[in-house]
Nanobody, 125 residues
Framework: VQLVESGGGLVQPGGSLRLSCVASESTLDYYGIGWFRQAPGKEREGISCLRSRDGQTFYSDFIKGRFTISRDNAQKTIYLQMDSGKHEDTAIYYC???????????????????WGQGTKVVVSS
């Protein structure tokens, strides 16, 4: 599946952004979908996953309560609502299809199958 992210940009600390990801086909047949990010000079960080079979959502501890993952009824657009932005949220954000995921030291780490080119988010005043 091809994935195209959008919605990134500059946001002030405490502000909000809504990221979107359009898939070339329905993502319902995948184990799940999710978002991860990568900041310059840092390792990839798993952010959130949505499990297809029951719609349950999972979040890494460092963004829990601030970000919300969702998917539209056609299962082709995935969203990440980002609220209460922090400087440390600055990164390139990617959506991905998942083969599975686990939780490691509070981080939701996915086994990613396909992902897009990413969208850049900068949190700065």
């Amino acid at each position: 599946v091809q994935l195209v992210e959008s919605g990134g940009g500059l946001v002030q600390p405490g502000g909000s952004l809504r990221l979107s990801c359009v898939a070339s086909e329905s993502t319902l047949d995948y184990y799940g979908i999710g978002w991860f990010r990568q900041a310059p000079g840092k390792e990839r960080e798993g952010i959130s996953c949505l499990r297809s079979r029951d719609g349950q959502t999972f979040y890494s501890d460092f963004i829990k309560g601030r970000f919300t993952i969702s998917r539209d009824n056609a299962q082709k657009t995935i969203y990440l609502q980002m609220d209460s932005g922090k400087h440390e949220d600055t990164a390139i954000y990617y959506c991905a299809t998942l083969r599975g995921f686990g939780r490691v030291r509070g981080e939701v780490k996915g086994t990613y199958e396909d992902w897009g080119q990413g969208t850049k988010v900068v949190v700065s005043s």
